[in-house]
């Protein structure tokens, strides 16, 4: 049965995806997700996807695909997309491949990001590897389902989404999907987000906590500095100080080494911004920001807890901390001045770790096995919005994806069509072991 699956969803027709990707990679001008000066229109996605999929759906009477087109803001929509099986209960699906792209801008690349351009095996443009190239790839294996229409116990189930790259506009992507209940249906089999790269298993990923430290000194000439509270100074040696008792308390865990993670848990300064002045001026303020990614064994709650504890002992013994020269301070006792710490933090996210003893998760892998050749899970601390949340609700999430990680985000964004050929193949292993 599982063979004679495999052999109707067949290989990918890589004309009809590459014409596809084309229609969507022309679209990546208006993808672009970065308000609020750049608000994506994933509906220009949406409705190539629907001229591709309705002729096969029962909307027109064509075939078997029901197609749901949901909206919560104008232009933003997301796609649900289903291929009924005979089994009640009996899914397998396809989140994560989302609609929005990151920035481009044309003057630093090579090609046109808004284009697709094919160089022998590379498919180049904003989106081909992250993650439009998914979209057109995950649409393809749906119309062929839809086209074929094999007998299948298992009702195979896509969602492609809005808004993923950036979430300070809530409530119009998966996470309105999934309160609404929308997917509920998905917890009956293995869910697999699509939207990782180089075509192994990506089974850990890392939360993601931003983070501000604003200090406050007291700004005074350079040549009187024992009169200044030097924010900069206070700055360095504080971020230091915050460090070393974050690696005390999140040193790297067992469970990391099982996983496969490049990395333990990190805490580092990536931004440094003061208000200006005179060369001559000490400054009396200053703002250092950062993130932490912290490998998901870890609390991300517990984590900002523990940032802002340090920050408040540093102020209450501000004396303590080590200064710079002779009349380096942070006290001005005279004055009756303290330097001071404030840290806040934007949205945050929490890591997945993968369940490795799931159903899901072995399929996963030896569909990669029989088609990549060898499988090789892995886990970094990049971070994915939304999957933790998920497997909170009760999902078996399995992460993959068949772009590169080399230029994810990057620019002169490639994919390889021969990596995505091979992407069709093990979804349609994964179809068909689910079918014995």
């Known amino acids: 049965m599982a063979t004679i699956v495999k052999q109707g969803i067949g290989t990918l027709n890589q004309d009809s995806f590459i014409s596809l990707l084309r229609k969507l990679i022309g679209e990546a001008k208006h993808l672009q997700n970065n ?14 996807l629907l001229e591709s999929l309705l002729p096969f759906s029962t909307s027109t009477g064509g075939g078997p695909l029901v197609v749901n087109h949901v909206t919560y803001l104008p232009k933003r929509g997301n796609l649900i997309v289903e291929y009924p099986g005979t089994e009640e209960g009996k899914v397998v699906s396809f989140v994560g491949c989302h609609m929005d792209v990151v920035t481009a801008n044309p003057s630093e690349w090579d090609f046109d990001p808004f ?5 022998g095996d590379k498919l180049q443009g904003r989106g081909t590897t992250d993650c439009l190239g998914h979209v057109a790839l995950v649409t393809e294996l749906m119309r062929k389902l839809g086209e074929t229409k094999p007998k299948l116990k298992s009702t195979v189930v896509a969602v492609f989404i809005a808004s993923e790259e950036n979430s300070s506009i809530p409530g ?15 917890k009956g089999g293995p869910l697999f987000w699509i939207d990782t790269a180089d075509k192994q298993p990506c089974i850990g990923t890392g939360g993601m906590i931003p983070w501000k430290l604003h200090v406050t000194g007291k700004l005074f000439h350079s040549g009187l500095a024992h009169k200044a509270i030097n924010a900069m100074e206070l ?4 971020s230091k100080e915050i460090q070393i008792c974050f690696y005390r308390d999140f040193p790297p865990h067992p469970k990391e080494q099982v996983y496969g993670f490049a990395t333990p848990s990190t805490m580092k300064p990536t931004q440094w911004i003061y208000p200006g002045g005179g060369i001559n001026q000490i400054p009396g303020d200053c703002t250092v920001s950062g993130d932490v990614r912290l490998t998901p064994f870890y609390s991300v709650t517990d984590c900002m807890k523990k940032l802002q504890e340090y920050v408040d002992d540093i102020n209450a013994n501000i004396e303590k901390l080590p200064t710079r020269g002779p009349v380096s301070k942070y006290v001005l006792p005279d004055e009756n001045l303290r330097g001071r710490l404030t840290i806040t933090f934007d949205e945050a996210m929490s890591g997945v770790a993968c369940d490795l003893n799931s159903h899901g998760f072995h399929v996963l892998c030896k569909a990669t096995e029989e088609v990549v050749g060898h499988v090789k899970p892995y886990s ?3 971070s994915l919005p939304l999957i933790r949340e998920l497997q909170d609700e009760g999902f078996d999430v399995q992460t993959a994806g068949y ?11 490639y994919c390889l069509l021969s990596d995505m050929c091979q992407g069709y193949l093990v979804f349609a292993s994964i179809i068909s072991q689910l079918e014995e």
Do not use: C, F, Q, W
């Open 235 to 238: 700055a360095m040696e504080a």
């Open 403 to 413: 772009g590169l990680t080399a230029t994810y985000h990057a620019k002169n964004e």
């Open 35 to 48: 308000p609020p000066e750049l608000i994506p229109e994933e509906d220009r996605v949406v409705n190539h």
């Open 172 to 186: 119009v992507g998966v996470d309105a999907l999934v309160k609404d209940g929308l997917l509920d249906k998905l």
């Open 380 to 382: 970094i601390t990049g």
């Open 115 to 119: 284009s697709l351009s094919i160089d």
